[in-house]
């Protein structure tokens, strides 16, 4: 069984900066890509990044790129989303999430666990 848990959301102000962490439980982390993801209200959820299962390579849609960095850490079974100048507009729940694939994908529809996510707020 696969669990996701992640942590470090919060309320900052826009140009601030936050690191949210997802801890993975379960075997193979390291065997899959790993993704965030974010929806706000009335909103579609959405893809912020994702790292393939080396860490070799990530993908970011244009909204965040420049400002949003995804990492992990194998050894810890975590996956990091450092954010940077962050502007109201990001403002959302934030989900961390495991693909079925080992390559980085936005596609939502390739992840088959999720966590419970974690609410990110930036006030202006």
């Known amino acids: 069984q696969v669990q996701l848990v992640e942590s470090g959301g919060g309320l900052v102000q826009a140009g601030g900066s936050l690191r949210l962490s997802c801890a993975a439980s379960g075997r193979h982390f390291s065997a899959y890509a790993m993704g965030w993801f974010r929806q706000a209200p009335g909103k579609e959820r959405e893809s912020v990044g994702a790292?393939?299962?080396?860490?070799?390579?990530?993908y970011y849609p244009d909204a965040v790129k420049g400002r949003f960095t995804i990492s992990r850490d194998n050894a810890k079974n975590t996956v990091y989303l450092e954010m940077n100048s962050l502007k109201p507009e990001d403002t959302a729940v934030y989900y961390c999430?495991?693909?079925?694939?080992?390559?980085?994908?936005?596609?939502?529809?390739?992840?088959?666990?999720w966590g419970q996510g974690t609410q990110v707020t930036v006030s202006s």
């Open positions: 790292i393939s299962w080396t860490g070799g390579t990530t």
């Open positions: 999430a495991r693909s079925t694939e080992s390559a980085a994908t936005g596609n939502l529809n390739l992840y088959n666990y």
